[in-house]
């Protein structure tokens, strides 16, 4: 199978992140030595660094970048094999639970989730609130950013995995709702892939773009496969498992499948603060995960979910 044209579009999640070349760079690193886990040969997969591509909208969204060096040396560790104590056990139902009542809190009763809620919950609703809102037009901004990195690759033929990581699965969500249901673009996504994504909650549900269109027109119409990989112990995806949120989806030919990864998946990231499950950093570095992406980009037959945990 021909991988000269295929790519791999990534949108990140929430946050300042660092200026995109470095940041981009630093997450390739992640896949490679995933991929080498993985059994897939550093000198078949090096050519095809530049068929990863960073839609970064982090900047237009903070107005701000992060320093590099926060992630850089937490990242060198685990690539050198020393975050085993990092890979993340499976987070308590409690925690799970406790986190899902906060976001519910945050979405019907804001005044009682501000009594009741912790601070981190709290900030995040607010700041994915802005987006959902379009405040100040940036929902729109920030799509127009992936629509951009998207745009050349769409234009040459190519065949793109689009994936997207915690937030970044919303907005990569919404512009293929967009794609598909305003500007009528014609290409179809052969793979999208989301990692850590809170796609599954309710809060979510009722913000992305589709919710008020009917039948077909409520989904995006242009995803030909969609695999969704959750960490152990990442809360943030608290609804570990999407297929049955969008099984309509599937049953009104919109998709052809829809695929969990939900389980025994331990990422092996962590901070001076102790594991942090939830970050990208984690996840590429993931063989599972590095597995997909390698896979497509070098153009092999695509395995399953199962097939990639078994």
Known sequence: MNHDNRHVVFVPGMNPKPPPAEHQRLLWRCIAGGAAQAQVAADQLAPLAAHFHLAAWNHIYYSAYADIELDRPWVEHML?????????????????????????????????????????????????????????????????????????LVAQGAEI???????????????????SRRDAWVWRCP??????????????????????????????????????VTASGDVIATDRRLANDFDRMRRLGLVESIEDLAAGVHTCYG????????????????PQVAGFIADWLLGRKPRTAAQQHA
């Not at 009594?115 to 100040?136: H, K, N, V």
């Not at 995995?161 to 967009?178: N, P, Q, R």
């Open 191 to 228: 793979l999208f892939l989301t990692l850590g994504s809170p796609l599954g909650m309710f809060y979510v549900q009722r913000r992305l773009l589709g919710r008020r269109e009917h039948s077909a027109r409520r989904y995006p119409g242009n995803i030909r496969r969609w695999i969704n």
């Open 271 to 286: 901070t001076a603060e102790g594991p942090a499950p939830h970050r990208c950093f984690g996840y590429f570095f993931h």
């Open 161 to 179: 995995m689009l994936l997207g990581h915690s937030l970044g699965s919303v907005l990569a969500y919404d512009t293929l709702w967009e794609l």
């Open 80 to 152: 050198r094999g020393a975050g085993a104590q990092y890979c993340a056990p499976e987070a308590s139902r409690w925690a799970v639970l406790s986190t899902r009542a906060k976001y519910t809190l945050g979405d019907l009763l804001p005044v009682l989730a501000r009594w009741a809620g912790d601070a981190d919950i709290l900030a995040r609703i607010a700041d994915t609130e802005r987006y959902f809102s379009d405040r100040d037009g940036i929902g729109t901004r920030v799509r127009a950013a992936i629509k951009q990195t998207l745009a050349p």
